[in-house]
């Protein structure tokens, strides 16, 4: 006779088979990292991510906990139900709008790809929003999230960005969405420091050197969910890194080649306006067909 206990709601000595298949079958997802491009998530917040990304093994993956593969549904999900409501009411210009940034010097890797989540227009004024599921609602954007939304500022050509934070939670007692919309810093420092940081991924790759910690992350909780945290911040070498990548670079070098990278940031930003004009004939050919899902025509 089988144990009954096991069916008891919340047991906390035994699990019931169904839970178990469920974490055995999620914790057997892999997920690859991928070389030879920036992804627009994290390369305006940490060059040293953005280039482990590119010099890690290529037959590395690593298996996605059951949490991760929640979380990740969860969002997708939710990036879907905005994008609809947005549409709807009206404010929608482009929705998962895909993003290619040529770089502006160093051909060995040659371009930052991303979506950026929705493109907006109210009063006549265009905006990013990228949309955030969180547990409690943050009251300003997360470090991570401002750097990305500011990335995806600075290869658009848009300014004006958004974090769409939606509580995991969904919503309060009495039914109200649990949501806020928080404004992203695109003052010139906060450029400046996302544009440096784009910069900094594409010189020192070029010369197959590791950068140091970026100075605004002063401790490994800011690193998130960054796969590369224990090596940056406590030496762990389980993760295969290509043998041609220079971890430890001079101090001289590193300084000889911040010169280089100052040049470029300044280039990314005074390129804006070219970049939003691309941007712009993107959006229109979209509104032309009434159609602001137009993915693979991004």
């Known amino acids: 006779m089988a144990d009954e ?6 047991n906390p000595l035994k699990r019931h ?25 994290t390369v305006g917040f940490c060059a040293r991510q953005s280039i482990l990304h590119t010099m890690v093994d290529p037959n590395y993956s690593e298996l996605v906990s059951p949490a991760s593969a929640f979380y990740f549904a969860i969002g997708s999900a939710m990036h879907q139900v905005v994008s ?3 549409k709807r009411a009206g404010i929608l210009v482009f929705s998962e709008l895909k993003i290619e940034a ?22 006549g004024k265009l905006a990013i929003t990228d949309v955030k599921s969180c547990g409690s609602l943050p009251k300003e954007p997360k470090m991570a ?18 974090i769409h934070y939606i509580s995991r939670s969904v919503a309060s007692w009495d039914g109200k969405l649990i949501q806020a919309v928080l404004k992203v810093d695109n003052s010139k420092t906060a450029v400046t420091m996302t544009a440096t940081e784009m910069a900094k991924s594409h010189v020192f ?6 950068p140091p910690i970026p100075p605004h992350i002063t401790n490994q909780s800011k690193c998130g969910f960054c796969p590369f945290k224990a090596f940056c911040w406590e030496g762990d070498e389980t993760i295969p890194i290509d043998d041609n990548l220079n ?7 590193v300084e000889a080649l911040m010169l280089e990278v100052d040049e470029y940031a300044q280039k990314y930003i005074d390129g804006i306006p070219t970049r939003r004009e691309a941007i712009m004939e993107k959006i229109n050919f979209a509104r032309e067909f009434d159609d602001p899902e137009m993915k693979g025509h991004a």
């Open 5 to 10: 206990s096991v069916l008891k709601v919340g």
């Open 17 to 41: 088979p169904v839970e178990t298949a469920l974490l055995t079958g999620l914790g057997s997802v892999e997920t690859t990292i991928t070389k030879n491009k920036f992804h627009g998530a």
């Open 84 to 86: 609809g409501g947005l």
């Open 102 to 123: 040529p770089e502006f010097g160093p051909p060995k890797l040659d371009l930052v790809r991303g979506y950026v989540d929705n493109i907006i227009e109210i009063d």
């Open 145 to 162: 999230h401002a750097a990305q939304a500011r990335a995806y500022s600075l290869i658009t050509g848009i300014m004006s960005a958004y």
């Open 205 to 210: 790759a070029q010369e197959d050197l590791l």
């Open 247 to 253: 971890c430890f670079p001079e101090m001289a070098t």
